[in-house]
């Protein structure tokens, strides 16, 4: 069994920035996906950025330039570093892990920008 819990949500201006965390513990596999996904009101889930064990990085068009996707050394946490975040930034950001055809979630964090 895997758990993943998001910190680092918030309350921050547009033209802000903020960094999201995700620690995983639990049977981690070396082989893996880890990723970020966001949800806001009315919509749905979206991919936002993601890194596979090997440290290759896929990011959606809108988030490209802004936000930073990586890992610790011992790949258990994640992390998100999103700069110049705009009012369309503001969502339920959730911590994915996909390994072993199985997919696990974090109970999301909540990031508003305000304009």
């Known amino acids: 069994q895997v758990q993943l819990v998001e910190s680092g949500g918030g309350l921050v201006q547009a033209g802000g920035s903020l960094r999201l965390s995700c620690a995983a513990s639990?049977?981690?596999?070396?082989?893996?996906?880890m990723g970020w996904y966001r949800q806001a009101p009315g919509k749905q889930r979206e991919l936002v950025a993601s890194i596979t064990s090997g440290g290759s990085t896929n990011y959606a068009d809108s988030v490209k330039g802004r936000f930073t996707i990586y890992r610790d050394s011992a790949k258990t946490t994640l992390y998100l570093q999103m700069n110049s975040l705009n009012p369309e930034d503001t969502a339920v950001y959730y911590c994915n892990l996909g390994q072993q055809y199985r997919n696990y979630w974090g109970q999301g964090t909540l990031v508003t920008v305000s304009s």
């Open positions: 639990g049977t981690i596999f070396s082989i893996n996906v």
